[in-house]
Nanobody, 117 residues
Framework: QVQLVESGGGLVQAGGSLRLSCAASGVWFRYFAMAWYRQAPGKQRELVAGITGGGNTNYAESVKGRFTISRDSNADTLFLQMNSLKPEDTGVYHC???????????WGQGTQVTVSA
């Protein structure tokens, strides 16, 4: 059974940093694509960053050069290091795991990130 639990969100001033974590049980990173999505109030959920089972990464244009996605296979944890945060980065950040075998999606409950101007 896959379970994703995010942590690390909070309130930060513009220009600050946060590190999000996603504890992933029941997930073998080698066979899952992992990603962070965010949803701002009144907006659709959007992809922020992703990492494939093979380790290839991709980022939304708006976060390139500021955010870094990584994973620790020994700790079964996905990370998102967020630097130079902007107010437009505010939203609920969700961890996503997609089986590269079945295509099944799994979601965490989300963690709130608020960036003040």
């Amino acid at each position: 059974q896959v379970q994703l639990v995010e942590s690390g969100g909070g309130l930060v001033q513009a220009g600050g940093s946060l590190r999000l974590s996603c504890a992933a049980s029941g997930v073998w990173f080698r066979y899952f694509a992992m990603a962070w999505y965010r949803q701002a109030p009144g907006k659709q959920r959007e992809l922020v960053a992703g990492i494939t089972g093979g380790g290839n990464t991709n980022y939304a244009e708006s976060v390139k050069g500021r955010f870094t996605i990584s994973r620790d296979s020994n700790a079964d944890t996905l990370f998102l290091q967020m630097n130079s945060l902007k107010p437009e980065d505010t939203g609920v950040y969700h961890c996503n795991a997609r089986s590269e075998v079945s295509g099944t999606d799994y979601w965490g409950q989300g963690t709130q990130v608020t960036v003040s101007a």
